[in-house]
């Protein structure tokens, strides 16, 4: 279980940091990171990061229909992951 805890936090890294580019490059006109990344990150075992970022960054909180999308992609790496386990 260490492998997956493991993965579980280099992902929620890399989707923090993700989030944290986008946000920067909302706030400064540039060119934003598609919503279908930041989702496809957190369905990648990313998602604790997804969530820590757009708490303390304040990011993608009131857009509705991206909540719906993330807590969807949220239950869908919780069961994959349950699934997965029940395996081994």
Avoid at 26 to 32: F, K, M, S, V
Avoid at 46 to 61: D, F
């Amino acid at each position: 279980m260490l492998w997956l805890a493991s993965f579980y936090g280099v992902a929620s890294v890399a989707c923090f940091i993700t989030y944290a580019v986008d946000k920067s490059a909302a706030i400064h006109r540039r060119q934003r990171i598609s919503e279908r990344t930041l989702l496809l990150l957190g369905l990648a075992c990313g998602w604790p990061g997804g969530l820590l970022a757009q708490r303390l960054l304040r990011h993608k909180t009131s857009k509705t229909p991206f909540q719906i999308a993330y807590w969807c992609s949220v239950a869908a790496n919780l069961a994959a992951v349950w699934w997965l386990c029940t395996l081994y």
